[in-house]
């Protein structure tokens, strides 16, 4: 928990993107709300080619009385393409875009705009 200089707003609980929960008193607790959804389908071109694609979003919501309104979405989309010569022994590229809209009055947990664009050659040998 963490105490303001008025004592009268304390956070319940901190999470990597804002409060679960805020306590107004002793007696009236104001929660957020949030949902997310994600999928993704994996396909076999071949015996030792294969690709996947996944997609998700996310919605954190909190209309806060006492602080600065807190809304945040993410959404992100991930790609693979996987050669596996043998088995055990595999190579692949990945490619993953995530963008997140941070609208918030007061900057709640530093969260901001922010879009990443991030790719991977991966090499993998299981024993």
């Keep these: 928990m963490r105490a303001y200089a008025d004592g009268a707003v304390r956070y319940v609980h901190e999470s990597a993107v804002a409060p679960d929960a805020i306590a107004l008193s002793m007696n009236v607790l104001e929660t957020t709300r949030a949902w997310g959804i994600g999928g993704g389908i994996t396909h076999h071109w071949t015996p030792t080619l294969s690709s996947a694609l996944t997609a998700n979003y996310a919605s954190y919501s909190n209309d806060l009385s006492t ?6 979405t993410q959404w992100g989309v991930q790609g693979s ?5 043998v088995s055990g022994f595999l190579m692949g590229v990945e490619l993953e875009y995530q963008s997140i809209d941070g609208n918030t009055a007061a900057n709640l947990g530093g969260i901001s705009d ?3 664009l991030v790719g991977v050659f991966r090499v993998q040998r299981t024993f």
């Excluded at 602080?67 to 945040?72: C, R």
């Excluded at 393409?81 to 010569?85: F, G, N, Q």
């Design 67 to 72: 602080l600065p309104d807190a809304d945040v």
């Design 81 to 85: 393409l996987v050669w596996s010569p």
């Design 114 to 116: 922010d879009d990443d």
